[in-house]
């Protein structure tokens, strides 16, 4: 594998740490819906992130396709597929008005939604920032 680029990473990283503290806003004031959509943002920009920093493509929204990728670069890793999954269930209908026939999506999300998609959103940070935390120290070790 060629050398990790951690300014790419890094960059993505901090978005997907903002998108979660903002969520976190969002679950205070009761707006479910946006920080269902956040939690699968944050997981994305993190998972981006990783690839960039790998030095590969990152296209499309699907967390589950994302970490499949960054799973088959780094086969050490493994993501909580129940967690993806729940995450890509949130990236369309917390948004779009027109996707429920009976109401708006604000009124079909609950803080327990918010806060399992923020839990899972976390699990898939941390395994990201474990896994390049291991590639800072070993960076520092080779420099030392």
């Not at 008005?97 to 399992?116: H, T």
Request: one cysteine or more.
């Amino acid at each position: 594998m060629s050398e990790f680029r951690f300014g790419a990473y890094d960059n993505w990283l901090k978005q997907a740490t903002e998108t979660i503290r903002s969520a976190e806003g969002d679950v205070a004031n009761e707006s479910y819906s946006w920080a269902c959509f956040k939690a699968q943002q944050a997981a994305e920009y993190a998972l981006k992130g990783m690839l960039y920093g790998l030095g590969l493509a990152a296209s499309g929204h699907s967390v589950v396709k994302l970490a499949g990728i960054v799973a088959s670069a780094v086969d050490t890793l493994t993501f909580k597929q129940s967690c993806l999954i729940y995450l890509d269930k949130l990236y369309i209908p917390t948004r779009y008005a027109d996707v429920y026939d009976d109401g708006s999506p604000f009124s079909f999300y609950e803080e327990p939604d918010a806060r399992r998609g923020l839990d899972c959103a976390r699990i898939i940070i941390e395994i990201v920032t474990t896994y390049v935390s291991t590639l800072e120290r070993r960076d520092d070790e080779e420099e030392t």
